[in-house]
């Protein structure tokens, strides 16, 4: 039929190719504003106005590049990423790798049932309901759902994203200024300034991310005639999620810098929103910080699962029962448990280490996975022509490198503060 479909209209088969391989790319490039990447363009635009925009620009290229090589990994060889550094560098290195991804995403979800938890407390919602709750919604749609009727409900979760767009209008920003300081990056000389530059530019690439998309499109049984398709998906998704990221710094700078405020968290700053944007400018920023949150606390779990499942050579997938796949089953059921009891359980005070904790590992973790990732896309044996070309490899050379140096550094201004200047 699409052979058919080709010939007649070729531009509607383009249509249809793209509708049938949608999916994973726009998925994991949304979940990467989770609570934590919300947060940090909520301090952003709160304390620098619209002078950091100019950065997207540089951070959704150099997304696009990463995933777009995990992508194209995914796609031609039909394996996900553990699984081929498993295969080219032995189970040994893959199971130090497994070790410090399960600290960092258990971590990393904890954090996201925190958001949650800190969302749904600005609707008078207690955690010791909410959490609960999203912890068995969250088990329940992955462990007894299929992957299609699972990719439907994330790409759901991507849409309520809008939410921050219409917050973004509602907050009435001078639209001319922010677009001078998008195109005209401005001068800033404060250390706090480059500080959370290299913040937003950390929040971009998580290493989690590569993991998730590799899997998610060897499962979606992406071929490599469809891959054309696949690369459309994950410029899409990278591109949809930085214009939000754009929206929740546009919406901080018009009310909260512009009237001195300063916020910590993204739940700060939904409260925060309602005196100056309106009350519900401000709902619909805790609604979107929430969508967020449970978002990321569904996919860092299932992302956890494949990565471990597949670098220890077990059966992985969302279409695989518990009696098909019992680890796999078994270590998302482990992650959502343990994050979510985290949160009811522990106090606040001792669960702000361990969170601290999986960013300065994520930090760490970035230029490994990065280097791993690059010397898989430039291996002929794998990808045969497929492999980066040089202009490209250059591209993305700089790329890892640059997110790799600013991971790397936001860990040793936050482990060593003394050595930055006042």
Not at 56 to 82: C, D, H, N, Y
Not at 302 to 330: C, D, H, K
Request: charged share 10%; hydrophobic share 55%.
């Amino acid at each position: 039929m699409m052979e058919r479909l080709k010939r007649i209209n070729p531009r509607w088969a383009a249509v249809l190719a793209f509708l049938a391989v949608i999916g994973p790319g726009i998925i994991t490039a949304n979940v990467d504003n989770d609570a934590g990447g919300i947060a940090t363009y909520s301090i952003a635009g709160a304390s620098f106005g619209y002078t950091l925009l100019w950065s997207l620009i540089p951070i959704t290229i150099a997304l696009i590049v990463v995933q777009e090589m995990a992508s194209r990994l995914g796609v031609m060889t039909g394996k996900g990423f553990a699984d081929l550094i498993r295969e080219k560098w032995g189970i040994r290195v893959t199971f130090y790798l497994m070790i410090a991804l399960l600290f960092v995403n258990l971590s990393n979800t904890m954090a996201e049932f925190a958001g949650w938890a800190g969302s749904m407390e600005i609707f008078g919602v207690s955690k010791f309901v909410s959490v609960p709750i999203a912890a068995l919604v969250v088990w329940l749609l992955v462990v007894r759902g299929s992957y299609n009727s699972v990719e439907k409900i994330f790409l759901f979760f991507t849409v309520i994203y809008v939410t921050y767009v219409i917050s973004g209008f509602l907050a009435r920003p001078d639209w001319g200024l922010a677009l001078h300081q998008t195109l005209v990056p401005p001068i800033s000389f404060k250390v706090t300034y480059w500080v959370t530059l290299v913040g937003v530019i950390g929040t971009t690439i998580a290493p989690w991310m590569q993991f998730y998309l590799q899997s998610a499109v060897v499962e979606k049984g992406i071929k490599p005639k469809d891959y054309t398709a696949s690369a459309t998906d994950v410029i899409v998704g990278c591109i949809i999620t930085d214009v939000v990221a754009m929206f929740i710094i546009v919406a901080c700078a018009a009310t909260l810098n512009k009237h001195g405020i300063t916020v910590s968290s993204a739940e700060n700053a939904a409260l925060a929103l309602e005196p100056l944007a309106g009350k519900y400018a401000s709902v619909l920023f805790a609604i979107g910080f929430a969508n967020a949150s449970l978002f990321a606390a569904s996919i860092l779990p299932l992302s956890t699962a494949y990565t471990v499942a597949e670098g220890l050579g077990w059966e992985s997938g969302v279409n695989r029962t518990f009696g098909e796949a019992p680890q796999f089953n078994w270590i998302y059921t482990g992650m959502i448990f343990l994050g979510a009891s985290a949160i009811i359980l522990i106090p606040q005070r001792l669960l702000i280490p361990v969170i601290f904790g999986s960013q300065v590992l994520n930090g760490v973790l970035v230029p490994v996975t990065a280097f791993f990732a690059l010397r898989l896309v430039n291996d002929r044996s794998l990808l045969g022509e497929h492999v980066n070309g040089r202009w490209y490899n250059y591209l993305a050379w700089a790329s890892v490198l640059a997110c790799s140096a600013a991971a790397i550094f936001m860990m040793i201004t936050a482990l060593f503060p003394g050595l930055m200047p006042s």
